[in-house]
């Protein structure tokens, strides 16, 4: 069975501090991979996707960056974090039938 | 501009009686519709799904109707039981977004009393 594993659990750096959020992905080949920020009142906020290697593509312009180094890796990073990085990050991987499945999620605190 | 919307922020609901989660959408190439289930400090957890091509779809309580013509979705769980209290997503996807790509509502936060 496939499995997706994200860490930290949580985390507090100061505000322009790096960040570097990892997701793994087990059970599954070339999967699709998705980088989701849920911030207070605002849903499900897609960042990132990569339908393969070295593919990322962002759908919003932000201070974060994203990397596929590996088939089932997928990396979330910034240089400087801001107070509005805040939130909780959710990796997920998708299948063919557009079915999405998210990992346990990241809480960053930016002090 | 939210393609996918969720007008109701919260939902309390008494235990044992019906909770319905609405959700609307308004891009018509949304060809595949789901909803996902989620605890504070947790990943969502799929819950049920639904193709353009049905306007129903039921699994145990949970059933998830579909309107076409008027662009909405609705989540019905009955009866509503106190685990049920989470805050739940309507996502869609499509031939007018990016393969594989989920578009998702803001949420409903349903309570269910006991």
């Known amino acids: 069975s496939q499995t997706i594993h994200q860490w930290p659990a949580t985390l507090v750096q100061p505000v322009g501090s790096p960040l570097s959020l990892e997701c793994t992905v087990e059970g599954t080949s070339n999967p699709n991979l998705y980088w989701y920020r849920q911030a207070a009142g605002r849903g499900l906020q897609l960042l990132f996707y990569s339908v393969g290697i070295g593919q990322i593509s962002s759908e919003v312009p932000q201070n974060l960056s994203a990397s596929r180094p590996q088939d089932r890796q997928f990396i979330l990073s910034s240089k400087k974090l801001l107070l509005s990085d805040s939130g909780f990050y959710l990796c997920?991987?998708?299948?063919?039938?557009?079915?999405?499945?998210f990992g346990p999620g990241t809480r960053l605190t930016v002090l | 501009d939210q393609q996918v919307k969720q007008n109701s922020p919260s939902l309390s609901v008494q235990e044992g009686r019906i909770s319905i989660l609405n959700c609307d959408y308004t891009n018509s190439m949304f060809d595949y519709f789901l909803w996902y289930k989620k605890y504070p400090a947790e990943g969502p957890t799929f819950l049920i799904s639904i193709s353009s091509i049905k306007d129903k779809n039921e699994d145990g309580r949970f059933t998830v109707f579909l309107n076409k013509s008027a662009k909405h979705l609705s989540l019905h769980i009955v009866p509503s039981q106190p685990g049920d209290s989470a805050v739940y997503f309507c996502?869609?996807?499509?031939?007018?977004?990016?393969?594989?790509?989920?578009?998702f509502g803001k949420g409903t936060k349903l309570s269910v009393k006991p």
């Open positions: 996502a869609a996807s499509g031939r007018g977004g990016s393969q594989g790509n989920l578009i």
């Open positions: 997920a991987w998708g299948d063919f039938h557009n079915e999405q499945f």
